[in-house]
């Protein structure tokens, strides 16, 4: 199917963390011409993203047009089951077809480059390169796996991440992100051009720019000078960063579109969440352990914190974790030292709830947990009301305003198999987007306080960017209510496919062309076809590399 000169294509742009809240004043003093044409001549609006809003559920919402109770990721990082350590996900975790499986397993061509949660690479009727949970560029990180070679040799230079050293001063590091993000861009953007050399023809391609995400969470309190971590001296150096790296980023969009046909091809630029200022950042634990939930099985806490203070505050940090790494080989993994924190700080006999990584509050549920004390049925419901109500009437100490906005039962949340891998509750943080920022829990499992600073001054929110045009697209329309999941079910229809029953998005008819619409009807079907999988596991090693990065960004 496909290939003939006038057959469908659809070419995605992802922009992560990518906001209307920074765009808005870009476009409206002409900064992002490409976007404002695409948005003028197509349809634009907000994308709200999945809970949680964070990269690896929604990317992976996107990419199976379902939430997470269906594909099982919530998450760069899952509780183990019958335990309280977590480990690191990958693509293999994922246990739904995703859009270009599907399409691939139609025969049309597809190429994927830098999507979160690709790796390890599984095959496709086309290429992939796998995105931020490769360990490094040595690793088998393309489909086909020759494809890598050749792609570092026709684009020097290409990396995965930028590198974010703990070990050196705050303003060293912030030159180094702006850097490497730019040139990371730049470099993203040839690959892309590469590989729609190497496929010839395609039917289905998606880029996704990363760099924006790690700009905005590090360097937002430069851009905002209200923010309570602003420095005149360095937002004069990078106070300019983040809007510079959009005008960087429309200049790409603009050059992939050269590349394209609005005839034939329609072009979707999105996010996968939103991003604003975050001015404390919420430490869940120490604010468990203040209300009498979790119980310290020693008095360490305290200690612990301002050790983790002091090395950041220093730069030792990174130092003591290089050499950690080296003496103690597969032990020095975030996630087993997170375990064996919780092992050995935590009294569970006296605790009734916990917070981890994969950004929700657990119970510890008897018969569930090794150690749990928490009954199944009355009161575990009766714990659970009782946290929504305090989670809701929590207030923020510097403004006095609500830190969540709402408290959601997995089970009245997600729908599918994989509901009860979530925590029991999720949260919607507050935000407060006429002022460009919101509330959000800190990646530090501990903190001195309930509220306190991290080195980030930005967090996710959830609503993300999305617009379209070219084929079938309406012209100068605003789209609302549209989600995450609806992006996968719309591209399958604007590619003459059938969309499966077991995707929760719907078509997006608003933002479609009429005359598409009524001549092309509808087809959903049950897709019996098994999610393809990588035979290659993580390395030794690797897991060290992978949740450093992720730590070293933000989600960890």
């Not at 499992?445 to 509220?451: D, I, L």
Request: glycine share 8%; with cysteine.
């Amino acid at each position: 199917m496909g290939h003939h000169p006038n057959a469908p294509k659809v070419l995605v742009i992802g922009l992560d963390s990518a906001t209307w809240l920074v765009m808005k004043p870009l476009l409206e003093t002409g900064r992002l011409p490409n976007l404002g044409r695409l948005m003028a001549e197509g349809v634009h609006g907000p994308l709200r993203s999945s809970i949680p809003y964070v990269s690896a559920a929604a990317w992976v919402s996107f990419a199976t047009g379902s939430n997470p109770g269906r594909h099982g990721v919530y998450d760069f990082a899952r509780k183990r089951a019958g335990d309280y350590g977590v480990e690191l996900i990958n693509a293999n975790m994922v246990r739904l077809p995703t859009l270009w499986h599907l399409l691939s397993e139609q025969g049309l061509r597809v190429g994927v480059l830098n999507v979160p949660v690709t790796y390890p690479p599984a095959p496709v009727q086309g290429v992939l390169v796998a995105g931020m949970l490769t360990p490094d560029l040595r690793s088998n990180f393309t489909y086909p796996p020759e494809l890598g070679e050749r792609l570092l040799q026709a684009v020097p230079g290409y990396r995965l991440e930028p590198t974010i050293l703990g070990a050196v001063p705050r303003i060293d590091m912030k030159e180094r992100l702006q850097r490497e993000v730019t040139e990371g861009a730049e470099r993203r953007a040839a690959a892309a051009r590469f590989l729609m050399r190497e496929l010839g023809t395609w039917d289905f391609f998606i880029v996704v720019f990363t760099g924006l995400d790690r700009l905005q969470t590090y360097l937002w309190d430069d851009m905002d000078s209200r923010h309570p971590l602003h420095d005149p001296a360095s937002a004069e150096r990078f106070g300019g960063a983040i809007p510079a790296h959009y005008e960087q980023l429309d200049h790409l969009v603009g050059e992939l579109l050269e590349a394209v046909d609005p005839r034939t091809t329609t072009v979707v630029v999105m996010s996968d969440h939103g991003l604003g200022g975050v001015h404390q950042f919420f430490f869940p634990n120490r604010w468990l352990a203040e209300e009498g939930y979790l119980r310290w099985r020693h008095s360490t806490s305290a200690a612990v914190a301002w050790g983790r203070r002091f090395f950041k505050r220093t730069g030792l940090g990174g130092l003591v974790k290089r050499a950690a790494v080296r003496l103690l080989p597969g032990w020095a993994v975030p996630s087993r030292l997170r375990s064996m924190t919780l092992a050995w700080d935590v009294d569970w006999a006296r605790t009734r709830v916990f917070w981890t990584t994969d950004n929700g509050f657990w119970l510890n549920v008897k018969g569930r947990e090794p150690q749990g004390i928490v009954e199944p049925g009355t009161e575990y419901d009766t714990l659970c009301e009782e946290l929504r109500e305090r989670l809701l009437a929590l207030r923020d100490p510097l403004y006095g305003e609500p830190v969540v906005a709402e408290v959601w039962r997995r089970d009245a949340l997600y729908e599918g198999p994989f509901t009860d891998e979530s925590p029991d509750l999720r949260v919607v943080w507050h935000e407060v987007p006429e002022e460009r920022r919101t509330h959000f829990a800190a990646n530090e499992p501990w903190g001195e306080y309930a509220f306190g600073y991290t080195t980030l001054s930005g967090d996710h929110m959830r609503d993300g960017i999305l617009i379209a045009w070219g084929r079938g697209v309406q012209q100068g329309i605003h789209v609302e209510r549209a989600t995450i999941f609806d992006l996968a079910p719309t591209i399958l229809y604007l590619l003459d496919q059938p969309v499966p029953d077991h995707m929760d998005g719907r078509v997006l008819y608003s933002m479609l062309d009429p005359a598409l619409v009524s001549r092309q009807p509808e087809v959903r079907q049950r897709v019996h076809m098994p999610k393809p999988r990588s035979v290659e596991v993580f390395a030794p090693g690797d897991e060290e590399v992978v949740e450093q990065r992720l730590r070293d960004l933000g989600y960890w």
